[in-house]
């Protein structure tokens, strides 16, 4: 049943290695901590937004270069299937707020010794094994509203992606300056982390 996911060393030891990197930098920007996500909710603590947006945007510029260079050759795009994907956001963070981690940084918890992050994954495991019983049905009744198709923004304007990318990157820089100036007033003398 598992013997493919086995059989490239290669793979397994480069996936283990952006893990591992994932995971400290998880840490070290401080998203593992429960106070710093709940208090994202709490809009008292930017980080987590900050930290999201930011790897978004690298994420952006590091796909859609990998596609240009052809070191990848296709995006696999999910479909933009809008009712489920509501269900599944809300859902995802109902959870994240009563748990005070998202899936990630909950792992990344349990490696710096929080232990209440233990019930959250063992959570998500259950969660799991039930939303894969009920997504039949439920697809059956929602899937098709607000389904686009596999489309991306850049599909459905016919502009380049680049222009996606740099209006993110430029929105991101516009969000994050405006949070430390908003922390500066808050905090005078105190940088913002």
């Excluded at 994202?40 to 590091?62: E, H, N, P, S, Y």
């Excluded at 005070?100 to 918890?109: E, H, Q, R, S, V």
């Excluded at 010794?113 to 697809?139: K, M, N, Q």
Aim: charged residues 15%; contains cysteine.
């Amino acid at each position: 049943m598992f013997t493919h996911y086995f059989e490239d060393v290669r793979s397994l030891a480069l996936g283990a290695s952006v893990g591992l990197v994932f995971g400290f930098l998880l840490q070290v920007g401080g998203v593992t901590r429960y106070n710093v996500i709940i208090n994202q909710f709490r809009f008292r603590d930017f980080t987590v937004l900050k930290t999201m947006l930011t790897a978004i945007v690298v994420g952006a510029i590091g796909v859609w270069a990998m596609l240009g260079t052809g070191a990848i050759h296709s995006l696999h795009v999910k479909d933009a299937a809008l009712a489920m994907n509501a269900i599944g956001g809300a859902i995802f963070g109902v959870g994240m707020a009563l748990l005070g981690y998202c899936p990630g940084t909950a792992l990344g918890a349990i490696g710096q010794g929080s232990r209440d992050a233990i019930v959250g994954v063992l959570g998500a495991l259950v969660g799991s094994a039930v939303y894969a019983e009920v997504y039949p049905p439920i697809f059956r009744a929602l899937g098709s509203i607000g389904d686009l198709g596999k489309v991306t923004f850049a599909d459905i304007t016919k502009l380049s992606p680049w222009w996606f990318v740099a209006a993110l990157a430029a929105g991101t820089i516009a969000i994050c300056l405006a949070l430390e100036l908003r922390d500066r007033r808050i905090r005078p003398g105190r940088s913002a982390v």
